[in-house]
């Protein structure tokens, strides 16, 4: 029955953009790391991302990150300017003790900007966190 299914909360697992700058390109780009702040590693991190707002969306972009080390982070993807006006969705599956964990994370339009800018656990950096 339903009622019998558990559904484990995911705790101490954000998303995070942060402004970084690129040797390559020369200048600074958005991109988006998963943190986990948990005391156990989380493994088979599977990450779906996509972009969308009431007239267009982008593509499903699937990524796979593997094992992520207790109190460790992982970069997703790098976000172009253009996708800040949309909103953003981080679609998490991973499994940690013994219990496949799924969340959605949503940045809503233009929430992604340097005024929003907060210390992130784990990273040594300033950026955006959705919890």
Do not use: C
Not at 67 to 78: N, Y
Request: proline share 2%; glycine share 4%; hydrophobic share 40%.
């Amino acid at each position: 029955m339903k009622k019998d299914i558990e559904i484990p909360v995911v705790e101490n697992v954000y998303i995070a953009v942060v402004k970084e700058w690129n040797e390559d390109f020369l200048s600074k780009d958005w991109n988006s790391y998963i943190i986990n702040d948990r005391d156990t590693p989380i493994e088979m991190v599977l990450v779906v991302t996509k972009g969308y707002d009431e007239e267009r969306k982008t593509s499903l972009l699937r990524h796979g990150i593997g094992t992520i080390a207790a109190k460790s982070s992982a970069k997703i993807e790098m976000l172009q300017e253009e996708l800040l006006s949309m909103n953003n969705e981080f679609a998490v599956t991973f499994f940690a003790d013994n219990k496949l964990y799924d969340k959605k994370y949503i940045f809503r339009k233009n929430t992604i900007n340097e005024n929003a800018f907060q210390d992130l656990p784990v990273m040594d950096q300033r950026g955006i966190l959705m919890k």
